[in-house]
């Protein structure tokens, strides 16, 4: 059982900047792709970023291409989520969330992720 806890939400102005965390605990984190989602208000859940259980492959939503950047530290059982240039689009709660990695890829929809955060709220303003 994976524990995902998520940090570094808040409020930014557009063309601003911020760095979300995601620790994990419990499990073998190196086990685990690792995905980040989002979820706005009225909104489904979507998917934003992946990184590869070995951190040397990521994937991205064309929304956020160019502008966030997903990482991982394995021997801190950490993950991160740089998020650049913001816009009030990217208002939403984010999800980090963890997979068993028995696919080389990591998932791209939520229903293929095992594990999740309680989500952490950023807020994007005009």
């Known amino acids: 059982q994976v524990q995902l806890v998520e940090s570094g939400g808040g409020l930014v102005q557009a063309g601003g900047s911020l760095s979300l965390s995601c620790a994990a605990s419990?499990?073998?984190?190196?086990?685990?792709?690792m995905g980040w989602f989002r979820q706005a208000p009225g909104k489904e859940r979507e998917f934003v970023a992946a990184?590869?259980?070995?951190?040397?492959?990521?994937y991205y939503a064309d929304s956020v291409k160019g502008r966030f950047t997903i990482s991982r530290d394995n021997a801190k059982n950490a993950a991160y989520l740089q998020m650049n240039s913001l816009k009030s689009e990217d208002t939403a709660v984010y999800y980090c969330?963890?997979?068993?990695?028995?696919?080389?890829?990591?998932?791209?929809?939520?229903?293929?992720?095992?594990?999740w955060g309680q989500g952490t709220l950023v807020t994007v303003s005009p």
């Open positions: 419990g499990g073998t984190f190196s086990d685990h792709h």
């Open positions: 969330a963890a997979a068993y990695a028995s696919s080389f890829y990591p998932p791209r929809v939520a229903n293929g992720y095992d594990y």
């Open positions: 990184i590869r259980r070995t951190g040397n492959s990521a």
